[in-house]
């Protein structure tokens, strides 16, 4: 059986793009809700490297009980399959925003989760990432306090937690001794955009205007390979 659908919801794998497609009609719970949902997870383990779409603009859950079996249940099984992407198409206006941070939160435990506002875009969202190579020049004998206030602050380790990083490493030249770099991707423009908005990185900022004489971007398109 290739697709799942109800009143409720309809599953289906879509080939071309290598995605599993949830699509919430309205709102469900208990079976309405389950039975769609482990459906998804049996296409994410029959489809290797497959990722997940789901459009919530027309309804979602917010039983408890269906919460609960989420989060103990359905998200550490979909993390056992290779599944590494996950999107979720909302409106722009989202009465159901608060919840859908919730589930962003907890699937980012798990996978690099996306926002699109339609399928294309979420498509897009999950095939092209953002490269940063960040460059620093620190300004003379700095550069060891500079570290120690970004492990200080855990600028790193909050970043990773975004739920759009994929990578956030802090490196040092061996050939300069007054260089920091950092190597960022991120899973679209939209979350390394995202980013900049983040209290631990206007606490960068902060450290960047104290111990940095000059900064070097770049910024690549990562074209996702399948």
């Not at 300004?139 to 970043?159: H, M, P, Q, V, Y």
Request: glycine share 2%; charged share 30%.
């Amino acid at each position: 059986m290739k697709e799942f659908d109800s009143e409720f919801a309809n599953v289906c794998f879509q080939e071309k793009d290598n995605v599993v497609f949830l699509t919430w009609k309205k709102e469900a719970h208990l079976e309405d809700y389950r039975k769609p949902a482990l459906f998804a997870l049996e296409l994410l383990r029959a489809n290797p490297f497959s990722n997940f779409v789901v459009d919530a603009r027309n309804g979602f859950e917010d039983d408890k009980r269906d919460v609960e079996w989420g989060f103990q249940f359905l998200l550490p099984s979909m993390a056992e399959t290779s599944c590494k992407f996950i999107c979720f198409i909302m409106n722009e206006v989202n009465q159901i925003e608060e919840e859908m941070d919730m589930w962003t939160v907890e699937f980012g435990k798990y996978f690099a989760v996306t926002r699109a506002s339609d399928y294309l875009s979420a498509i897009s969202s999950i095939s092209e990432y953002v490269l940063t190579t960040v460059k620093y020049k620190i300004k003379e004998g700095k550069r060891e306090e500079f570290i120690k206030n970004l492990t200080d602050n855990r600028i790193a380790d909050a970043s990773k937690k975004e739920p759009g990083n994929i990578k956030y490493e802090i490196l040092l030249p061996i050939e300069s001794s007054n260089e920091v770099c950092l190597l960022e991707m991120w899973t679209n423009q939209h979350e390394n955009n995202r980013h900049k908005q983040t209290k631990h990185y206007q606490v960068l900022a902060e450290l960047k205007a104290k111990y940095v004489e000059r900064v070097e971007i770049i910024n690549y398109m990562i074209k996702k390979i399948k």
